[in-house]
Nanobody
Framework: VQLQASGGGLVQAGGSLRLSCAASGRTFRSYAMAWFRQAPGKEREFVSAISWTIGTFYADSVKGRFTISRDNAKNTVYLQMNSLKPEDTAVYYC?????????????????????WGQGTQVTVSS
């Protein structure tokens, strides 16, 4: 699976961006998908995930502001980010698990994901 993230950019605090992650392959619907981010000098952290059953998961820091969704017909997962804050500034990465309609994974942990995109920069100015 190859993942291509896009949609990052520079936005003022309070603004919105929508990230997209396009995946290759014909079995996209069988993958759990996630977004992680890494700010300068910090560890990469979980942002949000969506299971193949369309269950959604969010970090506390983005709950109520970010929405993850997927379009299986387009092999794409989205992250709608509203009410952006300067602390949301980071490189955002999309990730996919091993697929095959896996169950029982820890959606919040990097180690659950096998495939990673190249990242897209999000910068929020104050």
């Amino acid at each position: 699976v190859q993942l291509q993230a896009s949609g990052g950019g520079l936005v003022q605090a309070g603004g919105s961006l929508r990230l997209s992650c396009a995946a290759s392959g014909r079995t996209f619907r069988s993958y759990a998908m996630a977004w992680f981010r890494q700010a300068p000098g910090k560890e990469r952290e979980f942002v949000s995930a969506i299971s193949w059953t369309i269950g959604t998961f969010y970090a506390d820091s983005v709950k109520g502001r970010f929405t993850i969704s997927r379009d299986n017909a387009k092999n794409t997962v989205y992250l709608q980010m509203n009410s952006l804050k300067p602390e949301d500034t980071a490189v955002y990465y999309c990730a996919a698990d091993r697929g095959l309609y896996s169950s029982g994974i820890d959606y919040y942990t990097e180690g659950s994901y096998v495939y990673w995109g190249q990242g897209t920069q999000v910068t929020v100015s104050s």
